[in-house]
């Protein structure tokens, strides 16, 4: 991968991904510019697929950092319920070595199984054969949410909430969880926090538009 541009957000740097002819996921072109990538006046850091003539380029940020066991928090100033059947956003962990099917522990917001199917994934290293998945329905008309997994030796638990507050006061606003503890979890390594907006399969959103995610914040706590 190339990397030429860091940002820094929520206390970390992040290297900007940028590839020049398709790479995955997707396959897709990834640019580092500004009008991909950027963080605002308030902090927040903004994801974006354009486009440029015939071709649509894609975003995604690498902390530079690895952190391993504990809580990985993701703050949403978007919502998320009606991206395109083609966008892709993904809030994970992955290591560039192949050990542990690359460390990768996703939380992501896509139509992977059609228009009708569930809109939220939570998935632990799904390179490998029978990794494990919960789905989920994320509901509309939310602007403001959180997502979140702690990893533990053995076990795994995620949460998706309306709002910004990760332990909300009330039931209602947890929309999904899920706890894991089987053999798929991997122990820590050289993985890193990141954060992707991509197209699936590298295929054009199906209304033609460029798409914005924007994040509010990372948070880590360690183990």
């Known amino acids: 991968m190339q990397y030429t541009r860091s940002i820094q957000f929520s206390g970390y740097t992040w290297r900007v991904k940028r590839h020049t002819t398709p790479v995955g996921p997707g396959p897709n072109y990834f640019s580092d510019a500004d009008c991909n990538v950027w963080v605002d006046a308030r902090g927040r850091l903004h994801l974006k697929i354009t486009r440029t003539g015939s071709r649509w380029e894609c975003a995604e940020v690498i902390c530079t950092r690895s952190l391993g066991y504990g809580t990985y928090r993701f703050y949403l100033d978007s919502e998320v319920h009606a991206l395109d059947p083609k966008v892709v956003l993904g809030l994970f962990t992955w290591s ?128």
Not at 203 to 217: A, C, K, Y
């Open 96 to 223: 560039d070595t192949r050990d542990f099917g690359y460390r990768e522990i996703d939380i992501e917001f896509a139509r992977f199984q059609g228009a009708t199917g569930p809109n939220g994934y939570y998935t632990i290293r799904p390179h490998d054969q029978g990794y494990p998945q919960h789905t989920f329905m994320w509901p509309a008309g939310v602007r403001q949410s959180v997502h979140w997994f702690r990893w533990e030796p053995g076990r795994l638990y995620f949460r998706s909430v309306r709002g910004h507050r990760p332990q909300p006061s009330s039931a209602s606003a947890i929309v999904a969880e899920w706890t894991y503890t089987g053999s798929f979890v991997p122990p820590p390594g050289d993985e890193n926090p990141r954060m992707n907006l991509w197209l699936f399969n590298g295929e054009p959103p199906t209304n033609g538009r460029e798409v914005e995610v924007i994040i509010s914040r990372f948070e880590f706590q360690p183990l």
